[in-house]
């Protein structure tokens, strides 16, 4: 246990290398187009008067719109309940019994962790100015956040608390990496799980987030030449233009390809492919993708900060896109593997959450039912035909679901955020109109440059965690460990006694 502590004390240590060095700007948010409206998460925040300054040496905080911040209330708490209990009890139920509560201690310990690390560092690092890639240390323990007013939505002049931003998005971050345990369920070590997920955070999530999400806000344009400068300070992939509403590439993509990774890294399980490893309680699984699919409400919706017709547009999008792939997984499981299953359904629901959480703000309905029907089949022969051609033994598929799911809806969304095809196009700040140009060729360009920029840094960022991890305290647990089970070998406890 000693010698635990002082690794992952290390680890967090290492944690606070992750942001630039460059000079901070005041706080920002994230978006997802240069310019865009009403999309992925948010905006600059007015600074608080420093200590010792008078309240009147500086703005005044802007008021906060009550009825937006009960809704991004609301869909905060929607969020955490994805995690605990959502995902665990899906990853729960498809592992076998004694490796059960493993994977729950491993999902409910990883969301207390990401929170921690996100208040220490992980928002400032995120979204305060740096450079393109890493933001910096000026809101190090939320220093200078307020709790009364000053984090900007996609609406010139509309407010929220910017420590309600901090807690909305400290979800995304927590969410995340759990997302990745599903991979290598049943075989790691718990210290090397907690390490893993401290260095993956720092080095991918965060610099994933800042890219694709931050800038000054709408409040910063005012004109071209303001633009050019708030695009300039402005994230890598935002400046290129990259739409993602709510996490395609900095959630899904990044989890899925640190998934396989590890898969790849770590192993297969013992009897792999010789031994049933059926779920134990497809009925857990059917009750935590239920939980995911209502708590995603709070992950999509939520990303646009105000209630407003994108909002609604979000919601019907994510329930629209969710039941269709559910209908397509299904109907082609029945063809090809002779019965419809609970599995498959529960399976098709959380693919097509995953592929419209980019779209989900910028396309219509039309749109939003394509990628639904088209995802479910996809991510079926994800989940068996590109798995055995990978070889990797990804024990709950979060690469065939979420890596292969979120490739598609990055994609798509550039394809059906056109206007020509229902979508909502691009906002222009300075028109304060929606943009009259858009090529949906151009646009599936940027978006094919933000998935490869996930795809490459979170394999190289997992590769190098896990090896290193692997070097110091290993990351495997040993056989007869493995044959026990986690429950008993890691926690000393059953989920269930007969």
Not at 132 to 143: D, I, R, T
Not at 237 to 263: E, M, P, Q, R
């Amino acid at each position: 246990m000693k010698k635990f502590l002082a690794v992952l004390l290390t680890a967090l240590t290492v944690g606070f290398g992750g942001g630039a060095l460059a000079e901070d700007k005041p706080a920002a948010g994230s978006a997802v187009t240069a310019p865009a409206a009403d999309s992925a998460a948010p905006a600059a925040a007015i600074a608080a008067p420093a200590a010792g300054e008078s309240a009147s040496a500086t703005p005044a905080l802007p008021e906060p719109n009550k009825g937006d911040s009960t809704f991004m209330y609301i869909a905060t708490v929607l969020v955490i309940m994805m995690v605990i209990p959502g995902l665990a009890l899906f990853y729960g139920g498809l592992v076998r019994t004694k490796n059960m509560l493993s994977v729950l201690m491993q999902v409910f310990v990883t969301f207390s962790l990401m929170i921690v690390l996100w208040v220490i560092y992980g928002y400032s690092v995120a979204f305060t100015g740096g450079n393109p890639f890493f933001g910096g240390f000026s809101k190090l323990f939320l220093e200078g956040v307020n709790a009364a007013g000053g984090g900007a939505t996609f609406s010139k002049g509309v407010y929220i608390p910017e420590m309600l931003f901090v807690v909305f998005q400290a979800t995304f971050a927590a969410i995340t990496p759990a997302l990745i345990i599903g991979a290598f369920a049943e075989r790691m070590k718990f210290s090397a799980v907690l390490i893993f997920m401290a260095i993956w955070f720092t080095f991918a999530y965060l610099p994933m987030a800042h890219m694709v999400w931050f800038w000054d806000g709408p409040d910063a344009i005012t004109d071209a030449a303001s633009l050019a400068t708030v695009t300039a300070s402005a994230g890598w992939l935002w400046a290129k233009g990259a739409l993602d509403f709510a996490g395609g590439t900095v959630v899904h993509i990044n989890a899925g390809v640190a998934g396989l990774v590890a898969a790849l890294v770590i192993g297969k399980r013992i009897g792999y492919g010789k031994e049933s490893m059926t779920p134990h309680s497809l009925t857990m699984t059917m009750i935590g993708a239920s939980l995911l699919w209502v708590g995603w409400f709070g992950f999509n919706v939520g990303s646009n900060l105000e209630m407003t017709g994108t909002a609604t547009m979000a919601f019907v999008n994510t329930l629209l896109a969710t039941a269709a792939a559910t209908l397509s997984w299904t109907f082609f499981e029945a063809i090809f593997k002779g019965k419809p299953s609970m599995l498959g359904a529960a399976s098709g629901a959380v693919a097509g959450l995953v592929a419209i959480t980019p779209a989900c703000g910028f396309v219509g309905v039309k749109g939003a039912l394509v990628i639904g029907l088209v995802v479910g089949p996809l991510c079926l022969w994800g989940v068996s035909g590109l798995k055995k051609m990978l070889g990797a033994d990804d024990a709950l598929d979060v690469f065939g679901v979420h890596g292969l799911g979120g490739i598609w809806g990055a994609i798509a969304t550039g394809i059906f955020a056109a206007p020509s095809l229902g979508g909502s196009g691009i906002f222009d700040y300075v028109a304060n109109a929606a943009s009259a140009d858009y090529s949906i060729s151009a646009q599936v360009w940027v978006q094919c440059q933000a998935v490869l920029t996930a795809i490459v840094l979170s394999g190289v960022v997992s590769f190098v965690a896990l090896k290193l991890i692997d070097i110091v305290i290993g990351v495997r647990v040993p056989e007869d460990q493995e044959r026990e089970g986690l429950d008993l070998a890691a926690h000393g406890e059953t989920a269930y006694h007969y």
